[in-house]
């Protein structure tokens, strides 16, 4: 058994349609658990373009710091024995040596063709489906093109939309309004500056979401034109393919592997940790597919994560409720859900300019808590009653987390781009969230 910084430690890895790669892995966390040896499971998520050792050093840091805290600073955990289960799923691919590839999805500087082709070339290895492929290669052989033909730029939408599920488009994040607009007019609102700018301190303006990078422009940037529309496009593509793949993993593979668990031992309690893409595949856990029965969660924290800000929302538009809200008003996480916010998340922060443009709103600023189009690592939950806002406090801070509630903890004091999420406050944080339970 392989244990990090004390806690033993399992990974179980998962295919893109949410299959557990290799069931030995299972198997392992199943036989030390039904011992019993542990009170209480963690069980964390990376985000969008993470290796596999990217996201195996961001484990280990991360429990580095839960270690250092939970040892330190709370007491109320004393008596609890902890195991972690580490989700690592194909974020972008797995590749040839057996590491989920990482391509970043946002590319810095003037927009060329050439630029454009990188795009095609990352969305492509993140499908790597032939037939999809093909598609993507007559796409490339428009791009000459786009610049000058209208029809041209209404084929190249049609083409790349075509290569991604449409199954799990919504309303809250404008991908219904992705799939359903004219592909011309697509192109056209996306050619159109994306002006929310980076928060003052931030480190350089995070580039991707998933690993943290400096100097690049992000999901959406100032650059205006019909490349800048078909790299917002290709971003905003390959955004709905990691978001739509992170749903199928959670609801599926990791639900699946959660019902196993709970089946051997109905004592265990449950907590979910998610980052980035991460924070959708885990909440998509704690949701569970249709039609079974609901696997109870004992806590969950979402560290930046990239959904919707309206994923736990009420009728945030008068009429839809989040994809999620069924998470929270049906209870199936029993204790506190957490979710860190920070206005230095360039990442989250720039990616929902792209919805706002799409959806057809034209403000100059966009994606912040009052725009319709959001996201949870910006802005926290928006539009849920259950909801309160506070800070991220320091290690000892008093917390009075609530079962059913929401705590939206803004981080701008410590978390200062996308993946700094390896702070001992956040770990406090999310040990004063499994210790209410």
Not at 76 to 81: A, E, N, P, Y
Not at 138 to 145: E, H, K, S
Not at 264 to 290: E, I, K, M, N, Q
Request: aromatic letters at 8%.
């Amino acid at each position: 058994m392989k244990t990090v910084s004390g806690f033993p430690y399992f990974e179980v890895q998962f295919t893109k349609d949410g299959k557990v790669f290799d069931p030995a892995e299972e198997a392992a966390l199943c036989d030390y658990l039904k011992a019993p040896n542990a009170s209480d499971l963690i069980v964390i998520s990376h985000g969008w373009n993470n290796t596999l050792a990217d996201a195996r050093a961001l484990y280990a840091q991360f429990l580095t710091c839960l270690r250092t805290v939970v040892a330190n600073a709370v007491p109320k955990l004393k008596d609890r024995s902890f195991a972690v289960l580490a989700v690592l799923w194909p974020s972008m691919k797995f590749a040839d040596d057996g590491l989920i590839a990482s391509g970043a999805a946002a590319i810095g500087g003037p927009v060329t063709a050439a630029v454009v082709n990188k795009q095609i070339d990352a969305l492509e290895s993140a499908i790597k489906i032939p037939a999809a492929s093909k598609t993507l290669e007559r796409a490339r052989a428009l791009v000459p093109a786009l610049e000058n033909d209208v029809k041209a730029r209404e084929k190249f939408a049609d083409l790349i939309r075509s290569v991604v599920p449409a199954n799990n488009a919504e309303v809250e994040d404008a991908s219904k309004a992705f799939f359903a607009r004219n592909g011309g007019e697509l192109m056209d609102r996306l050619s159109k500056p994306l002006t929310r700018p980076a928060a003052p301190g931030s480190r350089g303006g995070a580039a991707s979401i998933g690993v943290a990078t400096s100097g690049a422009a992000g999901i959406g940037d100032a650059f205006s034109g019909v490349l800048a529309g078909a790299r917002n496009l290709l971003n905003y593509t390959t955004y709905y393919l990691m978001k739509d793949r992170a749903g199928v993993v959670g609801r599926g593979g990791v639900n699946g592997v959660l019902r196993d668990v709970k089946t051997l031992r109905s004592d265990l309690r449950l907590h979910l940790v998610g980052h980035s893409f991460g924070g959708r595949l885990v909440t998509a856990a704690a949701d569970g597919p249709d039609g079974k029965p609901v696997v109870p969660v004992d806590s969950m924290t979402l560290l930046q994560a990239a959904f919707s800000h309206s994923g736990f929302a009420v009728k945030f538009d008068g009429t839809h409720n989040g994809s999620f809200r069924a998470v929270v008003a049906s209870h199936k996480v029993r204790g506190p859900i957490l979710i860190t916010h920070s206005k230095y998340d360039t990442a989250v922060g720039r990616e929902y300019p792209l919805a706002s443009r799409i959806a057809g709103q034209d403000a100059a600023e966009l994606g912040d808590a009052n725009d319709r189009f959001g996201g949870m690592g910006s802005n926290g939950a928006q539009h849920t009653p259950e909801a309160s806002e506070g800070p991220l406090r320091a290690v000892g801070g008093a917390y009075t987390f609530e079962a059913g509630k929401v705590y939206n903890l803004n981080a701008d004091a410590i978390i200062k781009e996308h993946s700094d999420i390896c702070h001992d406050e956040v770990a406090y944080a999310v040990l004063e969230g499994i210790a209410a339970t």
